[in-house]
């Protein structure tokens, strides 16, 4: 772990966790199991989502530094079917926007109104999808009851 996500940990985390378990800690470091499982577990899933990564453009003020608290290729990996765009903000303040005006809001907005105009159209496909293999499911579910029965 790199020694500003370390402070940034200690400024947000209370003592009593840090000083009693060191598994928070653990699991944020770079090639950590947990982030390995996490990637495992979620990287399959990816393809059925609209997935957009946004990043921190403006360095962090913290105690006795400033930096960025996650670098752009870990906060926003160049991936397959997936949007990226920096926020010209620092990592406390790139959610929160000043009025619509702001580039940040625009491109997380624009983002969002597509998705949303997009969800319809792919949540009924995804509903049809599952209905045919549930058609299929059953169908073979009561094949199997028939055979089941005529061996009897």
């Known amino acids: 772990m790199t020694g500003t996500t370390q402070?940034?940990?200690s400024a947000v985390v209370p003592k009593k966790v840090l000083n009693t378990d060191d598994q928070l800690l653990n699991a944020l470091k770079k090639?950590?199991?947990t982030l390995h499982n996490i990637t495992d577990r979620f990287t399959p899933l990816m393809k059925r989502f609209d997935i957009y990564f946004f990043w921190e453009q403006e360095?962090?003020?913290l105690p006795h530094t400033t930096a960025y608290v996650v670098d752009e290729s870990s906060a926003a990996p160049i991936l397959d079917n997936t949007e990226r765009s920096g926020i010209g903000a620092n990592r406390?303040?790139?959610c929160k926007f000043e009025d619509g005006n702001t580039s940040g809001y625009r491109i997380v907005a624009a983002a969002l109104l597509r998705y949303n105009w997009e969800a319809s159209s792919l949540i009924a496909l995804r509903l049809s999808q599952a209905k045919d293999m549930l058609k299929v499911q059953r169908s073979a579910e009561t094949s199997e009851l028939v055979r089941?029965?005529?061996?009897e």
């Open 92 to 94: 406390s303040q790139m």
């Open 7 to 9: 402070r940034l940990v």
């Open 59 to 61: 360095k962090t003020h």
């Open 31 to 33: 090639s950590s199991e």
């Open 148 to 151: 089941a029965c005529d061996q």
